[in-house]
């Protein structure tokens, strides 16, 4: 990939992989504040300073700010205005270092290197997010529930791949993964492809799913939909 090679067995980081790794860091810290809100797990006034000090305007008024606008989209707009000034820090930052990315002599993260507000404006939201949106009960149950969703569709969808791949032959299929691959339609995958492809195209089925739909789908194939008997 013509990375730097640093020593023996070992190369530069990809200059792309600070940015997507600045962009992961930037929608967990200031999203999961907006979703924690919306869950009731924190008030707007606990998340509003920290936005407010991300765009460095203790002050900053917007037109949605007003008494009569909901807290949501007070949120959101305030939201969108950290988001916007956090892009561009980063951007600023990796322009700024581009040569040592380059070379392969940067350390650490671009956020660390962005404006002082923006440092610690994230700092603060990941403390807040860890400290109160993480260990909330209901936070945690939601979560617990997840694994259970998702083990329901994974025991559902990998052995259909797999006796697909077994057998070579959609017509000698059970009955059950038949039912599975109909589900799929034309994102069913194919019986000549390889166990490995197979089962990326399984995953991506999942992935691409809905919470609400993956939870619906899961109690439908878990058996304990209401009716379903």
């Not at 949120?75 to 322009?95: C, H, N, P, S, Y």
């Not at 990998?158 to 077994?166: C, H, R, T, V, Y």
Request: charged content about 20%; some cysteine.
């Amino acid at each position: 990939m013509g990375l730097p090679q640093l020593e023996e067995g070992q190369w530069s980081r990809h200059p792309l992989s600070y940015l997507m790794e600045a962009a992961d860091d930037i929608c967990y810290a200031i999203i999961d504040l907006e979703d924690a809100v919306e869950l009731n797990i924190l008030a707007f006034e606990e998340v509003q300073p920290i936005l407010t000090t991300i765009c460095d305007d203790p002050q900053m008024v917007l037109p949605t700010l007003e008494l009569t606008v909901s807290p949501a989209r007070k949120l959101a707009a305030l939201r969108g205005k950290a988001m916007q000034v956090t892009i561009d820090a980063v951007v600023e930052a990796f322009v700024e270092h581009h040569d040592a990315i380059m070379a392969g002599e940067f350390k650490g993260d671009l956020l660390n290197v962005c404006a002082p507000h923006v440092v610690e404006g994230m700092q603060q939201a990941k403390s807040l997010a860890r400290n109160k949106v993480f260990l909330d009960v209901h936070k945690t149950e939601t979560e617990i529930g997840a694994y259970s969703v998702l083990s329901t569709l994974l025991d559902a969808f990998i052995p259909a791949g797999f006796e697909l791949f077994e057998k070579k032959s959609k017509a000698n299929l059970t009955y059950r993964t038949k039912r599975v691959f109909d589900l799929m339609g034309a994102e069913a995958p194919s019986e000549n492809w390889p166990l490995y492809e197979i089962y990326q195209r399984l995953l991506d089925q999942i992935t691409g799913m809905t919470d609400n739909y993956a939870g619906y789908l899961a109690r439908q194939v878990g058996g304990t939909a209401h009716g379903i008997y």
